[in-house]
């Protein structure tokens, strides 16, 4: 993999198609880091640190760490990338996506709280993963695979991700989002699928699709409802789109179900400072 130092010279389009920021967000998350490494360092000042993490400087442990979220190769080939061992590779993207998670969060969770006036969407998506080899059932999902799902929630004005939740395949995406445990204003409107039924005794402002009964056909103003909602859920599929940019939220999860959450998270994060959601 070419270092920071040169791939910097490269074409702006294709350093965005190759670690999923531009230069300047990139440069952003960096300083963030550095500013957090130097507080960690006041915070803890030990006389020895044992051996120091020199081999790769920090803009070219961030590549590595975005180059691994954008593409999720192995991690012995991105090893035979960056030109270290499969064990050392491992170490610098346990820390770096750690750190990187803590100084580039999503909005606080009261934010849901402080927004009467808004209109949230929210939506539930499945990824693939590995067979368990403990617990298959409770990742086994009505699509004849096992998969984990993610929850996310967006303002629909500006696109922000305000909130993720994840939960196994096997649950339904209304107990995902009870599990969830979101604060949400009683005034704030939010728009959610059919996967949701059942919202209105927890949120009474929600407004769901109206679900054709069995032996009857929608009428008219019904099927303008769900059209009108359809009109206004579609832009959290875009919003999913651009998560799915980087492929370990895309492809098979092969990764520990417990970082499945951190993974999201930071996954969010990056988007909304890609597409200055902030």
């Known amino acids: ?159 922000t991700i305000l909130s993720v939740g994840v939960g196994k395949g096997r649950q339904h995406d209304f107990s995902v989002f009870k599990s969830s445990r979101l604060l949400l204003h009683p005034d704030a409107v939010l728009l959610a699928d059919l996967g949701y039924q059942g919202m209105h005794k927890h949120h009474p402002n929600s407004t769901l699709p109206i679900k054709m009964k069995k032996g009857q056909l929608l009428s008219a103003e019904d099927k303008a409802h769900n059209k009108a909602l359809s009109k206004q859920r579609i832009f959290i599929e875009h919003v999913n789109r651009r998560c799915k940019i980087f492929k370990i939220v895309k492809d098979i999860y092969r990764g520990k179900h417990k970082n499945y959450s951190l993974t999201w998270n930071l996954v969010a994060a990056l988007v909304n400072l890609r597409y200055n959601c902030i």
């Not at 990338?81 to 606080?108: D, Q, W």
């Not at 096992?146 to 696109?159: D, E, G, R």
């Open 1 to 159: 993999m070419t270092p920071y130092a040169q791939l910097s010279t490269h074409n702006p389009e294709e350093f965005l198609r190759t670690v999923g920021l531009s230069q300047e967000d990139f440069w952003h998350l960096n300083g963030k880091l550095a500013d957090y490494l130097n507080e960690q360092k006041v915070l803890n000042p030990l006389t020895r640190r044992g051996r120091k993490d020199s081999r790769l400087a920090l803009e070219d442990r961030l590549l590595l760490t975005l180059f691994y979220l954008r593409h999720y190769p192995t991690l012995i080939n991105l090893a035979a990338v960056f030109g270290i061992s499969e064990s050392y590779c491992h170490k610098i993207y346990a820390r770096t996506a750690r750190m990187s998670a803590k100084v580039e969060k999503l909005p606080n969770r009261k934010v849901l709280l402080q927004e009467p006036t808004a209109t949230l969407v929210i939506d539930v998506s499945e990824q693939p993963i590995e067979r368990p080899v403990k617990n298959q059932k409770a990742y086994y999902s009505g699509k004849k695979r096992h998969t984990i799902k993610s929850q996310i929630v967006i303002c629909l004005l500006t696109l």
